[in-house]
């Protein structure tokens, strides 16, 4: 949720405050007034992210294109891996599994 930082809260009626018993009558009164001012405004980006959700659900969660060339790569004996490569995906994964 974002906030808006620019909103300024009415200020309560001087006027009110005479007819509930003037500016010393009690120090409740001014701060429920304040409280019924606060107001959240939904992001406009809220849409743009609903949007960009929608186009990433819509992408396949396996990329066949992907694994078909990997595959081919190590049918032909083309596809090689550094020591350094390994350690690397093996320590993300450790911490993504750490993480959840």
Known sequence: M???LNA???APDPD?????????ASASSGSASLGGADTAKLSQDAGKVEELAS???QLPE?????VAALQ???KEGTYSVTAG???DALMSAIEIRSAA
Do not use: E, T, W, Y
């Not at 396996?62 to 992907?66: L, M, P, V």
């Open 2 to 4: 974002r906030i808006d």
């Open 8 to 10: 300024i809260p009415q």
């Open 16 to 24: 009110q405050s005479a007819k509930s018993g003037g500016p010393g």
């Open 55 to 57: 186009q990433v659900n």
């Open 62 to 66: 396996i990329r066949q294109d992907k």
């Open 72 to 74: 081919q790569a190590i």
């Open 85 to 87: 490569q390994s350690a």
